[in-house]
T-cell receptor, first 115, second 109 residues
């Protein structure tokens, strides 16, 4: 238990579906992140929110849409995904964005399969 | 470009010692992290190095040489529960974490 909770743990969706991933942290952290983890590849940073403001968007396709309504919650809205989007999606939080030594706490991820 | 290299997979024996290497080429350096990730679980923080030298934390130690762009994670007295992937990540000059692909460590009895 890392203090970061993600739901659902597993999701299978069709290419025409719309779904949302949810992340919640009550650690008092100011920064939250979405990562994509594919097999045998480095973690790919998708979005960064700092104090509820999106500060980074690493050229992610528009079919992924993040939302941060408050400092404790982060969503990733999905629509018209492609099979290559199948991966483990990890949420993380840290005390502040990028402060040296401030470790990130990860959720257990959502295993997404696009069919 | 920015790059983190670490071996894809390593095998070691229970009770032994294993060293997992990580080399990096990044735009700036603000520290290096090691994370452990068991299959199907969240990555968890193991260590952080920002100065050269060895940091020891129980059975795990992490070493950094900034001039060589090199770090290693040393695991002693290996236990079966140490079977996991070990992720190396560097904080660059923009305070962005650059991740390696991870090293899958297999422990055999």
């Amino acid at each position: 238990e890392t203090g970061v909770t993600q739901t659902p743990r597993h999701l299978v969706m069709g290419m025409t579906n719309k779904k949302s991933l949810k992340c919640e942290q009550h650690l008092g952290h100011n920064a939250m992140y979405w990562y994509k983890q594919s097999a045998k590849k480095p973690l790919e940073l998708m979005f960064v929110y700092s104090l509820e403001e999106r500060v980074e968007n690493n050229s992610v396709p528009s079919r992924f849409s993040p939302e941060c309504p408050n400092s404790s919650h982060l969503f990733l809205h999905l629509h018209t995904l492609q099979p290559e989007d199948s991966a483990l999606y990890l949420c993380a939080s840290s005390r502040d964005r990028g402060t040296g030594g401030a470790e990130a706490f990860f959720g257990q991820g959502t295993r997404l399969t696009v069919v | 470009g920015q790059n983190i290299d670490q071996p894809t997979e390593m095998t070691a024996t229970e009770g032994a010692i294993v060293q997992i290497n990580c080399t990096y080429q990044t735009s700036g350096f603000n520290g290096l992290f090691w994370y452990q990730q068991h299959a199907g679980e969240a990555p968890t923080f193991l260590s952080y190095n920002v100065l050269d030298g060895l940091e020891e934390k129980g059975r795990f130690s992490s070493f950094l040489s900034r001039s060589k762009g090199y770090s290693y994670l040393l695991l002693k007295e290996l236990q079966m529960k140490d079977s996991a992937s070990y992720l190396c990540a560097v904080l660059d000059s923009n305070y962005q974490l650059i991740w390696g692909a991870g090293t899958k460590l297999i422990i055999k009895p």
